[in-house]
């Protein structure tokens, strides 16, 4: 079946470090997307790829960081900058063009 | 100004009823739009695109005003089971393709 993966479902930092959050799709989707999203809010964009091993900022980049050295991978790193990272990580992909994304099913971080 | 905005509510409505949603946008590069649901801790899924000559696909009926750059989503017959966060989604082109999401309208469907 098609879709697109995110792990892990949940995920438990301490504070001071770096994870890694995963992203793959097999839908042969060119772009790809991270968003956060916090409780009772929208989705804000944290970085977006439109194509393999390149990669643009979102409205909230600064503590986060991506690679996009496949088609079907985007993973996410939180690190210690990112002094607030408590939320819900959502991974998108879309055809080239603009059309409507779908999603994966959300990894939850918590700071310990 | 937000480029998209919506009544966050709670909209709190009793099975059966009907309930409207709007939707406005603030890019006139605005090109392609949805509707997305979410339900509580899950990831937003696709409910519909949106054509400027309106589309239904049952209970559902969307459309999309670009001149006063809203669009709108309409629910009859509403069921305990359509209560979730219903997402606004604009696309815009402005060099390159810019997905935007509204911050979701709330929607409580009461037996």
């Known amino acids: 079946d098609g879709g697109i993966t995110q792990s892990p479902k949940y995920l438990f930092r301490k504070e001071g470090q770096n994870v890694t959050l995963s992203c793959e799709q097999n839908?042969?989707?060119?772009?790809m997307y991270w968003y956060r999203q916090d409780p009772g809010q929208g989705l804000r964009l944290i970085y977006y790829?439109?194509?393999?091993?390149?990669?643009q900022k979102g409205d909230i980049a600064e503590g986060y960081s991506v690679s996009r050295e496949k088609k079907e991978s985007f993973p996410l790193t939180v690190t210690s900058a990112q002094t607030n990272p408590t939320a819900f990580y959502l991974c998108?992909?879309?055809?080239?063009?603009?059309?409507?994304?779908?999603f994966g099913q959300g990894t939850r971080l918590t700071v310990v | 100004r937000k480029e998209v905005e919506q009544d966050p509510g709670p909209f709190n409505v009793p099975e059966g009823a009907t309930v409207a949603f709007n939707c406005t946008y603030s890019?006139?590069?605005?090109?392609?739009f949805f509707w997305y649901r979410q339900d509580c801790r899950k990831e937003p899924k696709l409910l519909m695109s949106?054509?400027?000559s309106g589309n239904e696909d049952g209970r559902f009926t969307a459309q999309l005003n670009r001149a006063s750059q809203y669009i709108s989503l309409l629910i009859r017959d509403s069921k305990l089971s359509d209560s979730a966060t219903y997402l606004c989604?604009?696309?815009?082109?402005?060099?390159?393709?810019?997905?935007?999401f509204g911050a979701g309208t709330r929607l409580f469907v009461k037996a």
């Open positions: 998108a992909s879309s055809t080239k063009g603009g059309n409507e994304a779908f």
């Open positions: 839908l042969n989707h060119d772009a």
């Open positions: 790829s439109q194509i393999v091993n390149d990669f």
């Open positions: 890019n006139s590069a605005s090109q392609s």
């Open positions: 949106v054509y400027s």
């Open positions: 989604v604009v696309i815009l082109y402005t060099g390159g393709f810019k997905t935007i």
